[in-house]
T-cell receptor
């Protein structure tokens, strides 16, 4: 069964450093998402991406964040200068075209900023 | 903006028994989707069941069924014949049909424990 894969599973980074989280969505999916889950809190939407551009973003997704689909298969989330409060689980998701389709989630990347 | 509320932080059920997880939401829209996702200790979010708001019939997937009350903005999940593998965090989620990104808005989650 096709699945969304995320790498790495766990990343530890120093505060102020740049970090790139990687995702390989399911191959024929056209909508891509990043969500985050701070420990013990709800899952929060960060950004959606369609047709090579951001279609919607939340207030959390400020200038420190960016997304890219560099090669038609990977979908990346970059945090330019990490803060302690960026420590969270980051989930990538993808889905097919059509508003009735479900989102498939990756297993997540745990980001720890020290 | 839509909000989703899960009022039960934790629930417990005996194996083989039935449990109902509650979810309410707030929206001014008439057309949307509702979902229940399961998050086991492995952390991956897995879709359990989906409901389209325009359908009056409650969705069912094997041992999982929902009670969708559109006027009350309520969307509860019933798990019948609970199994040890059902132990997980369960998230209720809302998705509009009207915004460009069609993102999910999640509730705070309910941790379900299954006792053998």
């Amino acid at each position: 069964e096709p699945e969304v894969t995320q790498t790495p599973s766990h990343q530890v980074t120093q505060m102020g450093q740049e970090v790139i989280l990687r995702c390989v969505p399911i191959s024929n999916h056209l909508y891509f998402y990043w969500y985050r889950q701070i420990l013990g809190q709800k899952v929060e939407f960060l950004v959606s991406f369609y047709n090579n551009e951001i279609s919607e973003k939340s207030e959390i997704f400020d200038d420190q964040f960016s997304v890219e689909r560099p090669d038609g298969s990977n979908f990346t989330l970059k945090i330019r200068s990490t803060k302690l409060e960026d420590s969270a689980m980051y989930f990538c998701a993808s889905r097919l075209l059509g508003d009735a389709t479900e989102a498939f989630f990756g297993q997540g990347t745990r980001l720890t900023v020290v | 903006a839509q909000t989703v509320t899960q009022s039960q932080p934790e629930m417990s059920v005996q194996e083989a028994e039935t449990v109902t997880l509650s979810c309410t939401y707030d929206t001014s829209e008439s057309d949307y989707y509702l979902f229940w996702y399961k998050q086991p200790p492995s952390r991956q979010m897995i879709l359990v069941i989906r409901q389209e708001a325009y359908k009056q019939q409650n969705a069912t997937e094997n041992r999982f069924s929902v009670n969708f009350q559109k006027a009350a903005k309520s969307f509860s999940l019933k798990i019948s014949d609970s199994q040890l593998g059902d132990a997980a965090m369960y998230f209720c989620a809302y998705r509009s049909r009207n915004n460009a990104g069609n993102m999910l808005t999640f509730g705070g989650g309910t941790r379900l424990m299954v006792k053998p």
